[in-house]
Structures are given as structure tokens and as C-alpha cells.
């Protein structure tokens, strides 16, 4: 584990944000599993159009398309790599046009199917996390014995991304922790487990 070097440059990267579990959530429902080398990206909307267009259904209602290639589409009939041949915006939601999708009544088959992009296409700077690598992540606190709770959410409210944080304790609400470096210890999103600093007045939010 290391800390990182930038007192508060730590942040979600926005290409992968809409595998946040976000309080604001606009429709889309996350899997039960994500394939192993894939990140969620949200699910097939309804039609656009009658060549097989979509509006993409994601939890931060993003409207801007990183540039993705290829998704893998996940639905009852199985998982199948698409390529990407159009994303547009329209009535202020992002649509998306398919190669092998070509038809309306495709479109409707598809309904609520499953969207992934692969973990090698997102890039990232430096100081910058996956939503995914957060989530379920084991919370220790610094002084403190033992697990303190997991990550369940990760959100952004403008000013900071902060961490929501589900505490072992049988009857604690979650709790939101500002995810900056000053907090945020240490991380090791391949062991997924962190050390946050001993803030009782986050951490003990709530706590009667």
C-alpha cells in the first residue's frame, strides 16, 4: 500500500463513473456480476430511431461518450463484443448506434441488456481510481482495531468525491468520507482494502 504523494489530488475517474452506485439514480440497475476484465458501464435504454439506435441507461446520466470502440452486450441470449459506430446526444440523453444492432425491434429485444466496456480501454492519470476498484473495498481506521466497514458507494457532489462507507457496527447508518489523500491514508485497490485517518466526526456520524 502507498500514499499517495498529492495532499488531495484523488479522484474517480470519469470515463468509469457510471459504475458508481450513486443516490441519483437514473434508471439503471447494476448486474449481478461483472465478467472478469470488464467494467459496467449501464444498460441498453429504449429505441432511438428505426436503425437500431439506444439511449444509454446509466447511474450519472452521463451525455459524453469517451470514445469506446467496442462493448460487450450481455442479455438473455448471452454475451456478445459490438463495435460502436455512432454516439450522439439527443433531448439531452446520450444515444449510442451499434454495428450488429440494426433494427427497432432489436433495440426492444434488448431492453435493460448489460453494457461493458474492457478495463484495458479506460485510461487513467495519475492519482486517479476506478468506481469499480473502490466498491467493497474493507475500511480500517487509523489506531483503530479491526475492519471498520466497506465502501458501498462512491459519489460526487461538486466540491470533493466522498466515500460511502457502510460501518460493521449491527445498526449504524452509512456514513460519507471525503476521498482526498488528507483521509485517505492508504490503498490497495488490488488487495481492496484502505486506511482512512481517524475522523470521529465522520466516522462516528450517526453513532448514538
Given at each position: 500500500?502507498?500514499r499517495?504523494?498529492?495532499t488531495?489530488?484523488?479522484?474517480?475517474?470519469?470515463q468509469?463513473?457510471?459504475?458508481t452506485?450513486?443516490?441519483?439514480?437514473?434508471?439503471?440497475?447494476?448486474?449481478?456480476?461483472?465478467?472478469e476484465?470488464?467494467l459496467?458501464?449501464?444498460?441498453v435504454?429504449?429505441?432511438?430511431?428505426?436503425?437500431?439506435?439506444?439511449?444509454?441507461?446509466?447511474e450519472d446520466?452521463?451525455?459524453?461518450?469517451?470514445?469506446?470502440?467496442?462493448?460487450?452486450?450481455?442479455?438473455?441470449?448471452?454475451?456478445?463484443?459490438l463495435?460502436?459506430?455512432?454516439?450522439?446526444?439527443?433531448?439531452?440523453k446520450?444515444a449510442?448506434?451499434?454495428?450488429e444492432i440494426?433494427?427497432?425491434e432489436?433495440v426492444?429485444?434488448?431492453?435493460?441488456?448489460?453494457?461493458f466496456?474492457?478495463?484495458?480501454?479506460v485510461?487513467?492519470?495519475?492519482?486517479?481510481?476506478?468506481?469499480?476498484?473502490?466498491?467493497?473495498?474493507?475500511?480500517?481506521v487509523?489506531?483503530?482495531?479491526?475492519?471498520y466497514?466497506?465502501?458501498i458507494?462512491?459519489?460526487?457532489?461538486?466540491a470533493?468525491?466522498?466515500?460511502?462507507i457502510?460501518?460493521?457496527?449491527?445498526?449504524?447508518?452509512?456514513?460519507?468520507?471525503?476521498?482526498?489523500?488528507?483521509?485517505?491514508?492508504?490503498?490497495?485497490?488490488?488487495?481492496?482494502?484502505?486506511?482512512?485517518?481517524?475522523?470521529p466526526?465522520?466516522?462516528?456520524?450517526?453513532?448514538?
Open positions: 500500500m502507498s499517495p504523494t498529492d488531495d489530488k484523488m479522484k474517480t475517474n470519469p468509469e463513473r457510471a459504475s452506485h450513486s443516490r441519483s439514480n437514473h434508471g439503471a440497475v447494476p448486474p449481478a456480476k461483472v465478467p476484465g470488464w459496467w458501464l449501464g444498460q435504454g429504449r429505441p432511438h430511431g428505426v436503425r437500431g439506435g439506444f439511449f444509454l441507461k446509466t446520466n452521463r451525455v459524453e461518450w469517451p470514445g469506446y470502440a467496442s462493448l460487450l452486450l450481455q442479455s438473455k441470449q448471452g454475451e456478445q463484443q463495435r460502436v459506430t455512432n454516439s450522439f446526444v439527443s433531448g439531452g446520450l449510442l448506434q451499434l454495428a440494426n433494427s427497432r432489436s426492444e429485444a434488448l431492453y435493460n441488456a448489460h453494457l466496456v474492457a478495463r484495458s480501454l485510461k487513467r492519470e495519475a492519482e486517479e481510481y476506478l468506481v469499480a476498484d473502490l466498491i467493497g473495498c474493507a475500511v480500517h487509523e489506531g483503530r482495531a479491526g475492519v466497514g466497506h465502501v458507494a462512491v459519489h460526487d457532489f461538486g470533493q468525491e466522498n466515500l460511502e457502510q460501518p460493521l457496527e449491527a445498526g449504524r447508518e452509512s456514513i460519507l468520507f471525503p476521498f482526498t489523500a488528507s483521509f485517505v491514508l492508504n490503498l490497495d485497490e488490488e488487495a481492496k482494502v484502505m486506511t482512512v485517518k481517524d475522523e466526526a465522520f466516522l462516528d456520524e450517526h453513532k448514538e
